[in-house]
């Protein structure tokens, strides 16, 4: 008989390593507490309104195209993708945006309206950024993280410098103007954490950004969710809803069931991609790895304040993806970061789908999801929320010229205390471990149990990190060490 693997939560990486897993000839059985699956990459209907509840930026499409070439198969088999064009608009106040378009020599030349000379510094900072790029998307990313020396390779000790300066740094000694460093610091903001703690190494994710550029899968990320769902089905693998996994049993050192909505289902394998806190809660002490010491000391990237909004007209003067960065940068990440509090002014950004993509909102109407990144743990109530709800709209309205408030049709808001209840999110915790210098790699927590024999774990607090591209790479990795481990 097949091997059988137990995998808890439907995240992205879970849905990738059930597919490597099933493809390898396991039994595989998903148990998501949710009624859908999806894990923070969920979609909230409302009439008629299709909403991505987490991510809605689609980048490096190269690391999607790999996952469906491991099964022979490519996205375009699944989902239906444009790149889009602007990738985004960013407002630094009224009447003030900068836009970022599809091709790098747009952007150069948006770049040098800007500040006269930067073109030439943004290709150098580029070409930079491809050759990270190729080191740590193409090949690091895709180690398992169990020792120190994966990282060494012929291409990094040539980086090495880059580790010991940091983004922020290198940024400001090229460019000068405000608007054009707030740019550039950006994309490293997926990492979740400071551009002033991310080493000049992560600059792969400028590369991402305006290198291989912004897509959009039609219909929205839930329609990747779904995609990969159609592979999991032809491969064999049982999706089942609605299941809270309660406890995982050990006898002898080793996992030989789960308590799922107070039933036994026995296995010889169990992977996670539930928060990892989480998980190793659901273990006895003994078998945990990690205490709370442990989890308390380390670098969360931000929850975050999310409002999913319909609008009976169409909105102006807005892209697709569109930044709000017409505040301190610095001083609301220090909210987040060093001296956790509510924003006094926050960033935000605001997602208009609609505006390139019909099946998301009825005709003639507009989706809008905004998001603003917090600390994790802050006190959340729906008072609060609504301060901010109108503080945004207030600056929304000044900047883009329009009145929204009196079109809105309906607005549900997601904030840390959904993030505990419906994800079971250390914190609240919106995009798991942060990429720091010290939470890179073999630095994170284990892929694999050092405790129990057959437990293993996969997703965003794991390796490589947050992001739903390295979710599906650390669904691979985490397969890949259950396989391993057989052989042995
Ligand atoms: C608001 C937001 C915006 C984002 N934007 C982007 C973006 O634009 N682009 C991008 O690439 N990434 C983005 N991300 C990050 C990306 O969505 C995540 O990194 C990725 O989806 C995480 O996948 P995962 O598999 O690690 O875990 P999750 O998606 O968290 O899945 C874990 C699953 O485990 C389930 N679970 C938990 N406990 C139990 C239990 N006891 N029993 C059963 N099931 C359980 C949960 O319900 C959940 O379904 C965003 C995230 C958020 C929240």
Redesign the pocket.
């Known amino acids: 008989m097949n091997k059988s693997v137990l995998i808890?939560?439907?995240?992205?990486?879970?849905l990738a390593a059930s597919c490597y897993l099933a493809k390898a000839g396991y039994s595989v059985t998903i148990?998501?507490?949710?009624s859908s699956i999806?894990?923070?990459?969920r979609q909230l209907n409302m009439d008629g309104f299709k909403i991505d509840m987490?991510?809605?930026?689609y980048?490096m499409p190269d690391v999607f195209e790999r996952f469906f070439s491991d099964f022979g198969k490519s996205p375009a088999e699944y989902y239906q993708l444009e790149k889009l064009n602007p990738a985004y608009r960013v407002f630094f106040g009224k009447n003030d945006h900068i836009s970022i378009e599809d091709t790098l020599d747009k952007i150069c030349v948006a770049f040098e309206n800007e500040e006269v000379g930067s073109s030439t510094k943004l290709k150098k900072f580029i070409a930079q950024a491809q050759d990270n790029y190729n080191i740590a998307i193409k090949d690091l990313v895709y180690r398992p993280g169990v020792s120190p020396l994966e990282l060494v390779t012929t291409a990094t000790i040539k980086k090495v410098g880059q580790f010991f300066s940091t983004i922020s740094k290198d940024v400001r000694q090229e460019f000068n103007n405000p608007k054009l460093i707030s740019i550039l610091e950006f994309p490293v903001l997926?990492l979740g954490a400071k551009p002033s703690n991310t080493p000049s190494f992560y600059s792969f994710m400028n590369y991402a950004d305006f290198g291989l550029g912004t897509f959009h899968p039609k219909g929205g990320m839930y329609s990747v969710v779904k995609g990969i769902q159609q592979l999991t089905e032809e491969l064999g693998v049982t999706i089942k809803t609605n299941?809270?996994?309660?406890k995982i049993n050990i006898e002898d050192g080793q996992a030989t069931s789960i308590i799922v909505n107070g039933n036994q289902v026995n296995a010889d394998f169990i992977l996670s991609?539930?928060?990892y806190h989480?998980t190793e809660s659901?273990l006895p002490t003994k078998y945990r790895q990690y205490s709370e010491s442990y989890w308390k000391k380390k670098t969360f990237a931000p929850s975050?304040l999310?409002f999913y909004v319909g609008f009976d007209k169409e909105i102006q003067n807005v892209d697709h993806h569109t930044l709000f960065f017409d505040v301190d940068f610095k001083k609301h990440s220090e909210e987040i970061y060093d001296n956790p509090k509510w924003p006094k002014e926050p960033l935000f950004y605001a997602s208009f789908p609609s505006k390139t993509d019909e099946n998301v909102a009825p005709k003639g109407k507009e989706l809008g999801i905004f998001?603003i990144p917090l600390a994790p743990s802050l006190e959340d109530n729906l008072e609060i929320r609504e301060v901010y709800f109108e503080k945004i709209v207030k600056r929304f309205e000044s900047v883009t010229n329009q009145s929204i408030a009196k079109s809105v049709i309906f607005k549900e808001s997601f904030c840390v205390n959904n993030f505990i209840s419906?994800?079971?999110s250390y914190k609240g915790n919106?995009?798991?471990l942060a990429n720091t210098l010290l939470q890179t790699a073999f630095l994170r927590p284990n892929l694999k149990s050092s405790k129990v024999k057959n437990l293993f774990f996969?997703?965003?607090l794991t390796v490589p990190g947050?992001?739903?591209?390295?979710?599906l790479i650390?669904g691979k990795l985490a397969a890949g060490l259950i396989e391993k481990s057989i052989k042995k």
């Not at 808890?8 to 879970?14: K, L, P, V």
């Not at 987490?54 to 930026?57: A, L, N, Q």
């Not at 947050?466 to 979710?471: C, E, I, K, N």
């Open positions: 808890i939560g439907s995240g992205f990486s879970s148990y998501e507490k949710n999806g894990g923070r990459a987490g991510p809605t930026w980048w997926f299941q809270n996994v309660e991609s539930a928060d989480h659901l975050a999310l998001l419906d994800y079971n919106a995009y798991g996969t997703g965003q947050p992001g739903v591209p390295p979710a650390s």
